[in-house]
């Protein structure tokens, strides 16, 4: 229990840090993943192939290709295309990205293809006749989209964007190998403070079960909220 | 580009082993704990439930950080047998990858199990058929067709979850794009090659994967 003080003597504050940059990571990338999926749906529903093959080629990448690959392009490859842009516009100077936010995008990248497919499942399920009555009211297609599609398209996607969370909070540990101190990394720094490796991992393992279970209880309210009516 | 090429699908080749022998072992395991999910004692099933919760709840790095780093902490362990399997980064990788898909498949074969309509069941019991028989002839080829398209897209993410045998020093496919690209700097080149070759044995598994779904298909 004293390696888990708090203070100068234990890890207790370090680790509990780390926890919050866990979740600051996650939901970041659950957000940037959100954007992507704004983006790449709509295309992946719509009626041009040319539009359908850069959607598909967006998810089928990502989703076949492991999140480390991933992060380790971003990691390795980040600044060096951030660099060349700016030096396009005169800028020569040696440009370092944070690792939050390279961590962050690589892992929302990720997340945004799975979100993707969710958000086109859910909508494709919803039935035809909601869209032909919306259009028969005469709403246009922003109301169509925000008033009748979006609330039944949440409703059908939330168990399986629990999911997505699920798959998000995980592969955030795989950001420490950039050096972002998250659970993993904070265990992994004091693991080799300590020589004390079982008993740190064991306990981020412990800290990732705590984080999966609460948020899952959270997910269950807002599912039961959409369920309304149903 | 092209000079990195030889070297990648050699290190492939590690990454389909290290696919290949936690899958079998992986297989095992998940049969084992969905049968015993299905057991009536409570002790025994949430002892399963338990298992596939811990392993589906934590990060595969968390799992195997704590096999190679943490176990080898234990000094009993150290003096028997088992530390010739677990100083082998190799090894403590397999057994963490066995373990987690494991946990996944026996959700999946859990899951299977149960969507058994009860009729085939019966349909067994009234023919005079013993209930071993009934289990190994008629409920686990069942179940097995019913987890086809669950079990491949395990398999998928399983491919994907070897890259981390990287983070243990093993030399697989993630491994040694990564070396590449820390002594080259081209990642994007290394990750087209690379992500290339995951893409590739993706796209084999995904076929084959239909190609049994449709030859056991019940129509």
Redesign the interface.
Do not use: D, N
């Given at each position: 229990m004293e390696l888990l003080a708090f203070g100068d003597t234990g890890w207790g504050d370090e680790l509990f840090r780390a926890t919050l940059m866990t979740i600051a990571v996650s939901i970041t990338a659950m957000l940037i993943g959100f954007s992507f999926a704004a983006i790449f749906t709509p295309l992946k529903l719509s009626k041009f192939k040319s539009l359908n093959l850069i959607a598909n080629i967006y998810t089928t990448v990502i989703r076949g290709v492991p999140e480390l690959l991933v992060i380790y392009l971003f990691f390795f490859g980040g600044s060096g295309a951030i660099m060349f842009v700016a030096s396009m516009f005169g800028y020569n100077e040696y440009i370092e990205i944070n690792a939050f936010v390279t961590g962050s995008f690589a892992i929302g990248i990720i997340s945004g293809a799975y979100s993707t497919e969710v958000f086109r499942g859910a909508i494709q399920s919803i039935d035809k006749g909601q869209f032909e009555a919306a259009k028969v009211l005469g709403f246009n297609k922003f109301k169509q989209f925000f008033k009748i599609i979006l609330p039944q398209m949440l409703r059908l996607a939330i168990p399986n964007l629990s999911n997505v969370w699920q798959i998000t909070l995980k592969d955030t540990s795989l950001i420490s190998v950039t050096g972002l101190v998250e659970i993993m990394r904070q265990s992994y720094i004091a693991a080799g403070s300590t020589r004390d490796p079982l008993f740190f991992y064991s306990f981020a393992a412990v800290l990732y079960l705590l984080l999966t279970f609460l948020s899952m209880k959270l997910i269950n309210k807002l599912e039961v909220k959409y369920s309304r009516g149903y | 580009m092209i000079s990195s090429f030889p070297k990648l699908l050699n290190a492939a080749v590690i990454t389909l082993k290290l696919l290949s022998v936690s899958l079998i072992v992986g297989l095992f395991i998940g049969l084992l704990f969905a049968i015993l999910r299905l057991n009536k004692n409570i002790f025994i099933n949430k002892f399963a439930y338990g298992y596939s919760?811990?392993f589906r709840?934590?990060?595969?790095?968390?799992?195997i950080?704590?096999i190679y780093?943490?176990?080898?902490?234990?000094e009993y362990l150290r003096s028997t047998f088992l530390w010739v399997i677990l100083k082998e980064p190799y090894w403590c990788a397999i057994i963490a990858f066995a373990l987690n898909t494991g946990a996944y498949t026996s959700e999946i074969l859990r899951s299977a199990f149960q969507t058994i309509k009860p009729g085939i069941i019966e349909a067994g019991q009234s023919l005079g058929i013993s209930n071993k028989i009934i289990f190994y002839k008629i409920q686990i080829p069942i179940a097995i067709r019913q987890s086809l398209p669950a079990y491949g897209n395990e398999i998928?993410l399983m491919?994907?979850?070897?890259?981390?045998a990287?983070?243990v020093t093993l030399m697989d496919l993630?491994g040694v794009?990564?070396y590449i690209?820390?002594t080259t700097?081209k990642?994007?080149e290394v990750?087209i090659v690379?992500?290339g070759i995951?893409?590739f044995m993706?796209?084999i598994i995904h076929n084959v994967i239909k190609f049994l779904e449709k030859k056991y298909s019940f129509n």
């Open positions: - | 919760y811990v709840g934590t990060p595969l790095l968390v799992q950080f704590i780093f943490g176990l080898g902490q234990i998928i491919m994907k979850g070897t890259s981390l990287s983070t993630t794009a990564k690209i820390s700097f990642p994007i990750f690379a992500g995951y893409l993706t796209f």
